[in-house]
């Protein structure tokens, strides 16, 4: 392994060695490899022509506090198992993100089981990832639809929905036209709209079924889109008269929205929670993250900021002041009142620590408790979630 290690964005061969790679690297085919294709940035790295590491990006928009924010997901990146141990991945990180944000990207997301990589390089997650599984049996006998309308397939006035949905809280993706054509051909999915009579469509559920060896199906939602309670509560009765197909429903990582509808609603709670690795956010230029994220319109805040700069080897002083619904993020030479990490400064900016306490507790350092608590105010208009994959 004398041979020089040269990045390089992927053509039409190195697309097809990458391709393989990834299956040899994973144990199995990366489907999204060939699907992401005409949507997705992949830059690979090479020793003496051949592929050795890679990683797909998106740039898409991401909803924070109500406002689309350019980011950089990666997704399906791998090192060859020969070529582990020697820090190729982190350099493989540093050249997948910077075409993106050369196109703009102004923050990053990830979802990795590699947390303590991802953090040694920035990212840090913002929330608790869960997939539920509950008895179809228990849906039935604890909710009902009363006068919901379901109809079946995907509408423009759906797909509407999702995107109003979406900005309600605080890490959705802005889907853009190809998306959902490409979650439906990866997963096989099903799509049902919930409307009342004579009303625009006020839920929307997609799944996916596989049938059982012996008799029945298993059935996993993968969209959970409800505008109101009454809707949610009609969706899951929608789930639970699939009881003579289908023993559990279980609903994917992340699928299920952070609210307590199905906590509330069942009559005996006996649903189970299966911890998942979390998406993980990155702040590539604060400045910039923040002048475009949605801010509260009734808040007027000023915070002195010590911030731990892009690279990790040092601190930069800021002014964070808000008013009405917009915010900056300028350079100070005053004393801070609050001090974060990076990896702090993206949980605080998906609106991840919902109290001072909680942030404390994370290890953010403060003044006094005022100081901190204006600041954590300020992000938690919206909760975080993320329900979409790449």
């Known amino acids: 392994m004398n041979q020089q290690v040269t990045f390089t964005t992927a053509d039409s061969d190195l697309w097809e060695q990458y391709d393989q790679l990834a299956a040899r690297a994973y144990g199995h085919p990366i489907p999204d490899v060939t699907h992401l294709r005409e949507h997705a940035d992949l830059q690979v790295a090479l020793r003496g022509g051949r592929v050795v590491a890679g990683g797909l990006g998106l740039l898409v928009d991401q909803f924070f506090g109500g406002a689309p924010v350019s980011s950089a997901c990666l997704g399906d990146g791998c090192v060859a198992p020969e070529e582990r141990g020697d820090h190729l991945a982190t350099d493989m990180v540093t ?37 539920w599984a509950v008895a179809t049996d228990d849906l039935k006998k604890s909710f009902t639809g009363e006068d919901f309308e379901v109809e079946h ?34 997963s096989n999915l099903t799509a049902y709209r919930f409307t009342r009579p004579g009303l625009p469509a006020a839920g929307l559920l ?22 109101s309670q009454p809707t949610a509560a009609a969706m899951l009765a929608f789930l639970g008269r699939h009881n003579t197909r289908a023993r559990t429903i279980t609903f994917r990582r992340g699928a299920l929205p952070p609210y307590p509808t199905l906590l509330h609603g ?14 993980m956010l990155r702040i ?29 080897e040092g601190w930069d002083r800021w002014l964070l002041h808000i008013k009405n619904g917009s915010a900056d993020l300028t350079p100070t030479s005053a004393p801070s009142q609050v001090t974060l990490s990076r990896r702090q400064l993206a949980v605080w900016y998906a609106g991840g620590y919902r109290t001072a306490t909680s942030a404390r507790m994370a290890g953010i350092q403060a003044v006094s408790d005022q100081a901190l608590a204006n600041l954590i105010r300020s992000t938690i208009e919206y909760e975080p979630w993320l329900p979409d994959h790449f």
């Open 95 to 131: 050249e997948r993100l910077r075409p993106l944000i050369d196109r703009g990207a102004v923050i990053s997301t990830i979802v990795t089981s590699s947390t303590g990589y991802a953090r040694r390089l920035g990212w840090e997650a913002p929330v608790d990832v869960l997939a």
């Open 153 to 186: 397939g995907l509408t423009d006035e759906a797909e509407a929905l999702q995107h109003e949905l979406a900005r309600q809280w605080n890490g959705p993706v802005h889907r853009p036209a190809w998306w959902t054509r490409w979650k439906q051909d990866k």
């Open 266 to 279: 069942l009559r005996h709670h006996r649903a189970t929670a299966e911890s998942w690795h979390p998406w």
């Open 206 to 227: 997609t799944l996916t079924t596989k049938r059982h060896e012996r008799h029945g199906m298993s059935l996993v939602v993968h969209d959970f889109w409800a505008a």
């Open 284 to 312: 590539l230029d604060a400045p910039k993250a923040i002048r475009l994220r949605g801010w509260p319109t009734d808040l007027t805040a000023t915070v002195r900021l010590e911030i731990e700069n892009t690279t990790g």
